[in-house]
């Protein structure tokens, strides 16, 4: 047994408690220096919102070793605020990005506190981009879009407040570029876990002209197929006939277009047959929109725009497959393209007439549904076999270009989803379109070319008038004799329905959907199409200078 003196513990714990004078200092000195750093890094927190600016550069994507050329906006920024920096840095961080690709710069001007603390450089690919008549697209302006979305997209995760964004050559694609890049559907999550939505702004610089109209007209398009968007994706038990026609008013009224809520019983007076049977089985009643907005004199012959309202589409009877269902609340998509382009036409106050027609009802199943081998009658007195009650979208349009009649319009143009073959044969490239005018197919080709929102010209010809009239029992058939050339069928029935004048069918239903990675500037989930497309379309019907004619 050890016996330890009373001295001894004493010194052994002095030893022990009392820490060298060297450690004492380099733990004063670490102190010292971490406050320091917490002070300045305090100093640079402390400025207020985070800012991003984006601008391009042009670079051969096939050439690793190609220095690059920013465009005049960037090249400015370049010299005037980092002093050369920011494309030195851009070059020793390897290849120049490629369209549809970003590059982020962080805290490159020589400032203490930088103005913007990120700078998103992006691939707009050769400097010679521009039509393309075999993709007939305008490659220059989808490069400024999809670049611009992801750079916008990659900036939005960073938590960023305010983007300002250059014109990269063309100030109406980069704004539609970024609005679009940056929109999600969240409306129904808890507001704490919603994404961060940052401000756009175009960046311009003292000495250069600010195509500030272009910026506004891009961010009205854009905002146009975001309504869209967000109308596809309201679920189907929170959007339905009637909760759709009051959003329609209070979107509408506010833009300067009329809207007229006409119910049931109106149908019935009007005849209106073919569109009532999809409807009577759901709790829900039918409604019927009609849309006025007069840019010009009252004498002016107006646009019909008839957009198929199906809130949800069950397939009735005939019912569709457990994967089908899911997507079936876009199946308004051709309403919603109506609703956002009136208000886009009225937002940029273009000199026309539009006149917008919505039958608005649910295919459900129910103890009054609609059968196969069903007769109705349309306005025009002609008798329609339903040979299937998941086609029913032609039976809702009908009505509703028969009653387009009435206004003597300029053309009628018809957006619906009609047949699901058309994915099959576009997948997500391009809508199918079937006209009587060659004059009209030449203008939405055109538009299609601008905004990237392409088009595709199906063939409308007798072969599939023949095939829904072959029936003995009535006057047409809504699906028609074989199994092929669905979509086809599906135009070559509406026709039917259109007596006289120029006449366009937009069949957007492999657009419906995207999976996201198609297009930078489309989130997955419902994309909208092709409402920018349309409403360039109508901007281009009443530019003398613009709209095609046939040669003599």
């Given at each position: 047994?050890?016996?330890?003196?009373?001295?001894?513990?004493?010194?052994?714990?002095?030893?022990?408690?009392?820490?060298?004078?060297?450690?004492?200092?380099?733990?004063?000195?670490?102190?010292?220096?971490?406050?320091?750093?917490?002070?300045?890094?305090?100093?640079?927190?402390?400025?207020?919102?985070?800012?991003?600016?984006?601008?391009?550069?042009?670079?051969?994507?096939?050439?690793?070793?190609?220095?690059?050329?920013?465009?005049?906006?960037?090249?400015?920024?370049?010299?005037?605020?980092?002093?050369?920096?920011?494309?030195?840095?851009?070059?020793?961080?390897?290849?120049?990005?490629?369209?549809?690709?970003?590059?982020?710069?962080?805290?490159?001007?020589?400032?203490?506190?930088?103005?913007?603390?990120?700078?998103?450089?992006?691939?707009?690919?050769k400097e010679c981009l521009g039509y393309n008549p075999y993709e007939v697209l305008d490659e220059q302006k989808e490069?400024?879009?999809?670049?611009?979305?992801?750079?916008c997209r990659v900036l939005a995760e960073l938590d960023t407040d305010r983007i300002e964004v250059e014109n990269c050559?063309?100030?109406?694609?980069?704004?539609?570029?970024?609005?679009?890049?940056?929109?999600?559907?969240?409306?129904?999550?808890?507001?704490?876990?919603?994404?961060?939505?940052?401000?756009?702004?175009?960046?311009?610089?003292?000495?250069?002209?600010?195509?500030?109209?272009?910026?506004?007209?891009?961010?009205?398009?854009?905002?146009?197929?975001?309504?869209?968007?967000?109308?596809?994706?309201?679920?189907?038990?929170?959007?339905?006939?009637?909760?759709?026609?009051?959003?329609?008013?209070?979107?509408?009224?506010?833009?300067?277009?009329?809207?007229?809520?006409?119910?049931?019983?109106?149908?019935?007076?009007?005849?209106?047959?073919?569109?009532?049977?999809?409807?009577?089985?759901?709790?829900?009643?039918?409604?019927?929109?009609?849309?006025?907005?007069?840019?010009?004199?009252?004498?002016?012959?107006?646009?019909?725009?008839?957009?198929?309202?199906?809130?949800?589409?069950?397939?009735?009877?005939?019912?569709?497959?457990?994967?089908?269902?899911?997507?079936?609340?876009?199946?308004?998509?051709?309403?919603?393209?109506?609703?956002?382009?009136?208000?886009?036409?009225?937002?940029?106050?273009?000199?026309?007439?539009?006149?917008?027609?919505?039958?608005?009802?649910?295919?459900?199943?129910?103890?009054?549904?609609?059968?196969?081998?069903?007769?109705?009658?349309?306005?025009?007195?002609?008798?329609?076999?339903?040979?299937?009650?998941?086609?029913?979208?032609?039976?809702?349009?009908?009505?509703?270009?028969?009653?387009?009649?009435?206004?003597?319009?300029?053309?009628?143009?018809?957006?619906?989803?009609?047949?699901?073959?058309?994915?099959?044969?576009?997948?997500?490239?391009?809508?199918?379109?079937?006209?009587?005018?060659?004059?009209?197919?030449?203008?939405?080709?055109?538009?299609?070319?601008?905004?990237?929102?392409?088009?595709?010209?199906?063939?409308?010809?007798?072969?599939?008038?023949?095939?829904?009239?072959?029936?003995?029992?009535?006057?047409?058939?809504?699906?028609?004799?074989?199994?092929?050339?669905?979509?086809?069928?599906?135009?070559?029935?509406?026709?039917?329905?259109?007596?006289?004048?120029?006449?366009?069918?937009i069949d957007a239903t492999n657009v419906m959907i995207t999976r996201g990675d198609e297009f930078e500037y489309l989130?997955?989930?419902?994309?909208?199409?092709?409402?920018?497309?349309?409403?360039?379309?109508?901007?281009?019907?009443?530019?003398?200078?613009?709209?095609?004619?046939?040669?003599?």
């Amino acid at each position: 047994m050890f016996r330890f003196s009373r001295n001894a513990i004493s010194r052994a714990s002095s030893l022990v408690l009392r820490p060298p004078v060297v450690q004492l200092q380099r733990r004063h000195a670490s102190q010292a220096i971490n406050q320091m750093l917490q002070l300045q890094q305090m100093e640079i927190c402390a400025d207020p919102p985070s800012r991003a600016l984006v601008v391009g550069v042009y670079a051969d994507e096939e050439d690793k070793n190609d220095a690059g050329i920013l465009t005049p906006t960037g090249w400015r920024y370049n010299v005037q605020k980092t002093h050369g920096r920011m494309l030195e840095v851009l070059r020793m961080s390897g290849p120049m990005p490629k369209r549809g690709e970003t590059r982020l710069l962080f805290a490159i001007e020589p400032e203490r506190v930088p103005y913007y603390s990120v700078v998103a450089i992006i691939g707009l690919g050769k400097e010679c981009l521009g039509y393309n008549p075999y993709e007939v697209l305008d490659e220059q302006k989808e490069a400024i879009r999809r670049s611009v979305a992801d750079a916008c997209r990659v900036l939005a995760e960073l938590d960023t407040d305010r983007i300002e964004v250059e014109n990269c050559g063309h100030a109406e694609s980069a704004a539609e570029g970024a609005a679009l890049g940056i929109w999600i559907y969240q409306e129904l999550r808890d507001p704490k876990r919603r994404l961060s939505v940052p401000s756009i702004d175009l960046f311009a610089t003292k000495d250069e002209i600010c195509d500030i109209e272009g910026w506004r007209i891009g961010l009205q398009k854009a905002a146009a197929q975001n309504l869209t968007r967000q109308l596809q994706e309201m679920p189907s038990n929170l959007l339905t006939p009637t909760a759709f026609a009051q959003n329609v008013v209070e979107v509408l009224c506010k833009s300067g277009v009329n809207v007229e809520v006409k119910v049931e019983g109106w149908a019935e007076s009007q005849s209106m047959h073919a569109f009532l049977a999809v409807g009577k089985a759901s709790c829900e009643p039918p409604i019927f929109l009609e849309l006025s907005y007069y840019g010009t004199c009252a004498e002016e012959r107006p646009i019909v725009l008839v957009g198929q309202g199906v809130t949800y589409d069950a397939g009735g009877l005939c019912l569709k497959q457990k994967h089908e269902l899911f997507h079936m609340r876009g199946d308004m998509t051709g309403a919603a393209v109506v609703v956002a382009t009136c208000r886009a036409v009225a937002g940029l106050r273009l000199p026309v007439n539009i006149r917008g027609l919505i039958p608005l009802c649910e295919n459900v199943i129910g103890c009054n549904s609609f059968r196969p081998g069903d007769m109705v009658k349309s306005m025009n007195g002609k008798t329609i076999e339903v040979q299937c009650t998941d086609h029913e979208d032609v039976l809702v349009l009908a009505d509703a270009l028969l009653y387009g009649q009435n206004f003597c319009p300029k053309c009628i143009i018809d957006i619906g989803t009609c047949s699901g073959y058309m994915r099959q044969s576009l997948d997500e490239a391009a809508c199918g379109v079937f006209t009587n005018s060659e004059i009209l197919w030449q203008q939405i080709k055109h538009a299609s070319m601008h905004t990237g929102d392409r088009v595709w010209r199906f063939p409308l010809w007798n072969y599939y008038s023949k095939a829904v009239r072959a029936g003995g029992r009535s006057d047409v058939q809504n699906y028609g004799i074989g199994r092929g050339g669905r979509p086809c069928k599906a135009a070559a029935f509406l026709r039917e329905f259109v007596p006289c004048g120029q006449w366009m069918h937009i069949d957007a239903t492999n657009v419906m959907i995207t999976r996201g990675d198609e297009f930078e500037y489309l989130r997955a989930g419902m994309a909208g199409r092709p409402t920018r497309t349309l409403i360039e379309f109508i901007a281009q019907t009443i530019c003398k200078d613009t709209a095609p004619k046939l040669a003599k």
